[in-house]
């Protein structure tokens, strides 16, 4: 089971030319005085190692030859509503936001509900650098290194009750510093949510950081979740709350539009949105003659992903 | 007076190539951000509806100042409506879809901003073909009638916009209430004719 899912994480060193991984390294390397004298978020020279020394991916399939977006385009080519609705409010404005001190409490069905740091929360497993396609629901994609633990280490250690069915994400809401919050274009905080086995797959992670650094305010700062299989929407930034409840929580885009968007999201070429054709994609980050890529099912983690669903009817459960 | 008229006439019509000149600039510059396509495709969307209010506009300016001259400009304008138009379509076709005609085809069967949008490009073509001097005699009085589509067409550009966004539909609003306007304007004056 475990070795079929790393197949699909593609080994750093295939993807990025060599120099720039070389430099990467180096980069992550010098973190510690970049980290501090910005004081985003304190990791500790323990943490960075850990980021340091990657886990010993298994070679993916031989044909994958996908590009990782550049560090600008992951960083500027944003969906982030708190911070407005343009693709380019967020790097302008995200900067405002205070991600030190921060907390996430995890609460509900379990055994003993915890706050942590951000500190605390990434000592519960060795960080690990994971290279994820991510794509949107509008129809573009990108190919991200995202950095961080896997989502199941921290709902192991929570123990969930037999009552936990669901996990409930919640976002922060601080219209102060997320200007876009002043307009009530979603009911705000984002809230999101996974099946309690969706939630535990290995291929969902809590993400701190991309590109071998912490994780820029416009890309979710300081944690966010990746579910690579699902629309870009599902994976919740600046998460401050992790609940655990027995009903199907209702998300932030249900609410805003229960036509267009479902609760489970899963990237299906089949499957129409309404606006969108989703049978292909467009790269983020090619160049203007690129050709439109096929949309691949469960974003093309259905050989990790796709047992979970072998008995709903996705048409109806989108 | 004459020579004047014509002079403004060309200072319109190269202004009007713009959008041209702005996107030269931003496809050399490396301005067109991480998805270059959609920005290509939103710039000439946005200059056909500029360019379909201008357009618009220009009748009721004709009431407004007094100046009858505003209507040597209209037809100038509506032309490049169909201009901005087509380019906003050949890029979704060409640049986006790379003429994958069926996808295409399934793209604007399902998805029905893309229907109201390709909708307002082909009642474009009639109005263009019928916009010089010997079509608009031609035709006498049902050429004001065939030319009454544009309103038609301002629904549905504005409705294709309208449907594409996701949720903040502030820009669609806003072309919205300026052709909510014109359409104001131009019912008081044809009541006020009529008087």
Request: proline fraction near 5%; charge should be positive; hydrophobic fraction near 45%.
């Amino acid at each position: 089971m475990l070795k079929k899912q790393k197949l699909s994480l593609i080994h750093p060193s295939e993807i990025t030319p060599e120099n720039i991984y070389r430099e990467r390294r180096e980069f992550i390397k010098n973190l510690t005085v970049g980290i501090s004298s910005t004081a985003l978020l304190t990791i500790s020279n323990k943490s960075i190692s850990a980021i340091n020394t990657l886990p010993n991916f298994n070679q993916s399939k031989k044909n994958n030859n996908e590009k990782i977006s550049s560090l600008k385009d992951i960083t500027s080519y944003n969906n982030y509503y708190e911070f407005g609705t343009s693709k380019s409010d967020p790097s302008k404005y995200a900067n405002k936001l205070k991600t030190d001190p921060w907390s996430i409490s995890i609460e509900g069905e379990l055994e003993k509900s915890i706050t942590l740091s951000i500190d605390n929360l990434i000592k519960i497993a060795p960080l690990e650098e994971r290279i994820y396609r991510l794509r949107c629901v509008e129809g573009w994609s990108m190919v991200i290194p995202w950095i961080g633990i896997p989502l199941n280490a921290l709902l192991k250690k929570v123990l969930p009750n037999n009552n936990a069915k669901f996990v409930e994400f919640v976002s922060l809401k601080r219209p102060s510093e997320m200007i876009g919050q002043k307009d009530d274009i979603l009911d705000w905080p984002y809230t999101e949510g996974l099946r309690i086995d969706e939630a535990m797959h290995p291929l969902a992670i809590l993400a701190v950081g991309l590109y071998g650094k912490v994780l820029p305010n416009q890309n979710g700062a300081p944690v966010r979740l990746v579910v690579p299989w699902k629309y870009g929407f599902k994976s919740i930034k600046a998460i401050t709350k992790i609940n655990l409840v027995e009903k199907m929580p209702i998300t932030t885009w249900m609410k805003a539009n229960p036509k267009e968007y479902g609760f489970y999201a899963n990237v299906n070429p089949e499957v129409d949105h309404p606006r969108w054709s989703q049978a292909s994609e467009r790269r983020v980050g090619e160049s203007l003659l690129a050709p439109r890529l096929k949309t691949r099912m469960f974003n093309d983690y259905a050989e990790e992903v796709g047992s979970m669903y072998q008995n709903i009817d996705l048409k109806k459960y989108f | 007076m004459k020579i004047n008229q014509a002079y403004l006439k060309r200072i319109l019509f190269i202004l009007s190539l713009w959008p041209i000149l702005s996107i030269t600039i931003d496809i050399f510059q490396d301005n067109l951000g991480a998805n270059p396509v959609e920005f290509i495709e939103r710039h000439f969307g946005k200059w056909t509806l500029i360019f379909l209010c201008l357009t618009l506009s220009m009748t009721p300016l004709r009431r407004l100042t007094k100046i009858s001259w505003w209507i040597l400009y209209r037809r100038m304008l509506g032309l490049f409506v169909f201009f901005y138009a087509s380019i906003h379509l050949l890029c979704y076709i060409g640049l986006d879809y790379h003429f994958a005609w069926n996808a295409i085809k399934n793209d604007i069967i399902k998805h029905r901003y893309v229907l109201v949008g390709f909708l307002a490009w082909l009642l474009l073509i009639p109005l263009a073909l019928t916009s010089s001097k010997r079509m608009i005699q031609k035709l006498k009085t049902n050429w004001k009638k065939l030319h009454k589509i544009i309103y038609l067409i301002a629904i549905l550009g504005v409705l294709h916009f309208l449907w594409l966004v996701k949720k903040d539909i502030t820009e669609p609003l806003i072309f919205a209430a300026i052709i909510s306007l014109l359409f104001v304007l131009r019912i008081k004056f044809s009541k006020s004719k009529n008087h």
